[in-house]
């Protein structure tokens, strides 16, 4: 079996969440959503996981996260700097926030190699989504993948969340459309300019399928997005918009994976009781084990 990567973002703060939504627990032993996503990474077949933080809460992080799995998969660890830019870039001093998602899995340029899956530290996706990237990198050699879930699935019941709505042509992603704010009123789901939108609709929760060939296209559109940016201290270079680029371009082929894994993530403090509830009747059933690691 060929070597595959999990890298994990896991440098943001959840300004809505108001913490590190990254280390909430969720299982009935304190695990982490992040820790089901590692052990479904071990389950299907990848042997090393890099998680991308920041340097001030590596400490906590190594003690309360990863140092029970350290032993079970190889562990690597980069930090997301806001003065690591290309050259002739340079971060302006009041700049207090990461450069966005896209910028993190750059930060992993120097240590990755080989195939890899790109996933958020609080979003569950499940172990089918974890085997079916393994699948697609065993049965393709040179393309790219996603893999999405239903638009209805993937909403807070508590408020409004963002997602990037996948048009798909014949198994292939052609691009995404950032829609704001969606929420579900009366069984009808709206986003923020009021469009309806269908609970079936295919949108990206994060989960990517990439080859170290992708870092070069990303670093070329990251000079391009700072010569625009650089100056407006809240601008993120964020993966979808990289994504569009390159498939547009037509300089990637990206085949998006349907999954049948149910997918919770943590947008606000209230989320957390609601993904606990609902991870306890996965585990209840079998899926997990009751005490991960």
């Known amino acids: 079996m060929q070597n595959t990567t999990l890298l994990i973002l896991a440098a943001g703060m959840g300004s809505r969440f108001n913490g590190l939504k990254q280390m909430a627990p969720i299982g009935e032993n304190g695990e982490s959503i992040l820790d089901y996503s590692v052990y479904d990474a071990i389950k299907s077949g990848f042997n090393k996981v890099v998680f991308v933080i920041r340097t ?3 400490k906590e992080f190594r003690e309360k996260i990863t140092k029970k799995f350290e032993n079970k998969i190889n562990v690597e660890y980069v ?3 806001l003065n690591d830019l290309p050259n002739g ?3 302006p001093k009041d700049r207090k926030v990461p450069w966005g998602t896209g910028h993190a899995v750059l930060s992993a340029s120097n240590i990755i190699n080989e195939p890899f899956c790109v996933i958020n530290a609080d979003d569950f ?3 089918e989504s974890f085997k079916k990237i393994i699948e697609f990198f065993s049965e393709d050699s040179n393309n790219l993948c996603m893999v999405y879930f239903k638009l209805g699935k993937t909403l807070s019941p508590f408020g409004g969340v963002n997602r990037a709505i996948c048009n798909l042509d ?9 829609k704001f704010n969606i929420q579900k ?3 009808t789901i709206l986003s923020n300019n009021k469009q309806i939108l269908d609970s079936k609709t295919p949108v990206s929760m994060g989960m990517w399928g990439f080859r170290p060939s992708i870092f070069v296209k990303l670093e070329e559109i990251l000079k ?3 010569k625009g940016n650089i100056k407006k201290l809240n601008s993120e270079f964020l993966i979808p918009e990289a994504i569009n680029s390159i498939i547009q371009d037509h300089r990637e082929k990206m085949f998006a994976l349907s999954t049948n894994s149910k997918w919770y993530g943590i947008t606000y403090n209230e989320d957390c009781i609601f993904v606990k509830e609902n991870v306890k009747k996965i585990v209840d059933g079998g899926e997990y084990k009751k005490e991960l690691f």
Do not use: A, H
Not at 170 to 178: A, H, M, R, S, V
């Open 125 to 127: 996706y499940g172990y």
């Open 224 to 226: 391009e997005f700072l």
């Open 185 to 187: 009123k009366n069984n």
């Open 79 to 81: 930090f997301q700097n």
């Open 89 to 91: 870039f340079s971060c």
């Open 56 to 58: 001030e809460f590596e």
């Open 170 to 178: 014949k198994g292939l992603l052609k691009n995404l459309i950032e």
